[in-house]
């Protein structure tokens, strides 16, 4: 299977990757303040080469529920969260630049409801370099990482502080094989 999965890509010279799904928790602290909110998610997309990369990047949300979850035996339960999919665009990288996409938490998906403690997915497709047996990612076309955490200003671009489990650096990213990849 990764064999048809690695010929198919080579020929369209798109692979797609995820971080698989992830929880953003509510709040974020560290050993100096306690108790702050995250807020922003940035993904980065890196381009080391010498030549214009292109990817693009969705983002799935399935949002805390508002009901409370039953528990059983000391076991809590939430089952089938709907997963909503946003497509956050896509980017044509020039040779030796960054692209960063940054989506303040409330307003991403603008349900109309919080969109903290949720569980979140990004899903990227594009120039990059699958090798090796296991079809990891590697080094040689475009590089993309993910973290999220607090802000002071919203008005101004990045984090005021990271919140590390939110942290997925390229080489956490899996490989998408199925059809239902988004991308």
């Not at 692209?99 to 109309?112: M, Y």
């Not at 979140?120 to 990891?136: N, P």
Request: glycine fraction near 8%; include cysteine.
């Amino acid at each position: 299977m990764l064999n048809n999965y690695k010929e198919r890509h080579q020929q369209e010279d798109k692979a797609v990757i995820t971080t698989g799904p992830f929880l953003v928790p509510l709040e974020t602290d560290c050993e100096y303040q306690v108790g702050r909110e995250n807020e922003r998610i940035i993904i980065i997309i890196s381009n080391p080469t010498g030549r214009k990369l292109k990817a693009s990047v969705k983002l799935g949300v399935c949002v805390q529920p508002y009901t409370p979850a039953l528990k059983k035996n000391g076991i809590c339960v939430i089952k089938n969260l709907p997963e909503k999919e946003f497509n956050l665009g896509t980017f044509e990288l020039k040779p030796h630049t960054c692209t960063r996409i940054e989506s303040d938490i409330p307003e991403v998906c603008s349900l109309g409801s919080n969109e903290g403690n949720a569980v979140v997915r990004i899903v990227a497709k594009g120039d990059f370099l699958l090798c090796g047996h296991d079809c990891k990612p590697a080094c040689g076309l475009l590089e993309i990482s993910v973290v999220g955490g607090s802000i002071y200003n919203p008005g101004v671009p990045g984090l005021e502080q990271a919140d590390p489990v939110t942290l997925f650096r390229y080489h956490d990213f899996v490989v998408c094989e199925g059809e239902d990849c988004w991308c």
